[in-house]
């Protein structure tokens, strides 16, 4: 089946130390998304890749990177988590402004 | 920009009984509108969309309602399941304005289906 799949699904990080979530999809969307969800909160977009352009929403703190290499596979790197960045991670996909597909999501924990 | 409005945030319900979360939008070039069931520790899944040319969606259990003039709309969930327990978020978007992060959250329901 064609879906997005998001690596790891638990992810357990120090305060500070560097980490980086993946996703994939194999559903040949071009729009990539990273969104953060805290706990009862609606998820909140960080940014986007509309085919190869990087999109930045304004409040994205800059310690939050992204990079897609290729079509099916983007990342989210944390320079330096700190406590408040412990949140679900959501990837998601789309095909131009088309209905968005949402991957499974990573919990982030910063100890 | 688009503001959504999202109500009840919590529902409780017996199983059987039916399910009414209501959502209103700011933004008249909206025009696409789907509404995601999140189960606890999983993403998103959209569950039933509806665009702005359509008055009402139904598919089995579970409707759209569309009013244009008010905007509002609103998911109905009937016979409900302890499986239906979820929260669900609406959501809106003007999908022709060619800008892919225009989509915007309301704030979420708690729906508990009491067995």
């Known amino acids: 089946d064609a879906m997005v799949i998001q690596n790891p699904r638990y992810q357990v990080t120090q305060f500070g130390k560097p980490v980086t979530l993946s996703c994939s999809q194999t559903?040949?969307?071009?729009?990539m998304y990273w969104y953060q969800q805290k706990s009862s909160q609606a998820p909140k977009l960080l940014f986007h890749?509309?085919?190869?352009?990087?999109?930045n929403e304004a409040d994205t703190p800059d310690n939050f990177q992204s990079r897609r290499p290729n079509t099916s596979f983007c990342f989210l790197d944390i320079r330096s988590p700190g406590l408040g960045d412990a949140a679900m991670y959501l990837c998601?996909?789309?095909?131009?402004?088309?209905?968005?597909?949402f991957g499974p999501g990573t919990r982030l924990t910063v100890l | 920009g688009e503001n959504v409005e999202q109500h009840p945030s919590t529902l409780s319900v017996q199983e059987g009984d039916s399910a009414v979360i209501k959502c209103t939008y700011s933004?008249?070039?909206?025009?696409?509108f789907p509404w995601y069931k999140q189960e606890l520790g999983k993403g998103p899944q959209l569950i039933i969309d509806?665009?702005?040319?359509?008055g009402e969606k139904k598919d089995q259990r579970i409707a759209v309602t569309l009013n244009k003039t008010a905007k509002h709309f609103s998911l109905h969930i009937t016979e409900t399941q302890p499986e239906d327990s979820a929260v669900y978020f609406c959501?809106?978007?003007?999908?022709?304005?060619?800008?892919?992060?225009?989509?915007?959250f309301g704030s979420g329901t708690q729906l508990t289906v009491l067995p």
């Open positions: 509806i665009r702005s040319n359509v």
């Open positions: 959501a809106a978007t003007p999908i022709s304005s060619g800008s892919a992060r225009q989509l915007t």
């Open positions: 933004d008249s070039a909206s025009n696409y």
């Open positions: 998601a996909t789309s095909r131009s402004t088309g209905t968005r597909v």
């Open positions: 559903l040949n969307h071009n729009v």
């Open positions: 890749y509309y085919d190869k352009d990087f999109n």
